[in-house]
């Protein structure tokens, strides 16, 4: 049985749902906030949360550049709403200090569907992900701007990019995690396991 171990970044953010949904799309599911931690995973999910606060402990907890470093050698990875931007190679408008891990070629605004109290829930279909549309949570969600030539987009919503896939690395604006829908879950867990084969072959 090919059981991919993925991470979820720890340092912040909703990352109890993530470990949840992971482990119902049928991955072996872990914390990750050390370098050591993150060496022992095929796959890493970087939860929503406040992109400052998290890339500025990720550079705390000595694990942004190993981060980057398993991100630019193909490791899967997944960002959900504050993970989105900070797998942005790009964004526009960031804060003081805001660091990315980068990964995916796009220019990503943050809190674009506005603020806090803005928050919705919208039917997203998005692409690879079969059955109904999913449920997307969008809390201060950011959107994409922009995708370079590289990158595939998977879904919008109101006439601007929600989701988006660069080889291993995908990204949603919004949190399928607060759902109880795994689907795009199972999608990273698929992607994990097809890159955990390749590398055996």
Known sequence: MNTPV????ALQGDVRE??????AADAVARPVRRPEELAEVDGLVLPGGESTTISKLAVLFG???????????????YGTCAGMIMLADKILDPRSGQETIGGIDMIVRRNAFGRQNESFEAAVDVRGVEGDPVEGVFIRAPWVESVGAETEVLAEHGGHIVAVRQGNALATSFHPELTGD???????????????TAESL
């Not at 993530?18 to 482990?23: E, F, I």
């Not at 795994?182 to 955990?196: E, I, Q, Y």
Request: proline residues 5%; charged residues 20%; hydrophobic residues 55%.
């Open 6 to 9: 993925i991470g979820v970044l």
């Open 182 to 196: 795994h689907r795009v879950h199972s999608l990273f867990v698929d992607m994990v396991r097809a890159s955990r």
């Open 18 to 23: 993530h470990l949840v949904a992971l482990a």
């Open 63 to 77: 694990v942004m550049e190993p981060l980057r470093a398993r991100v630019r050698g193909g490791m899967p990875v």
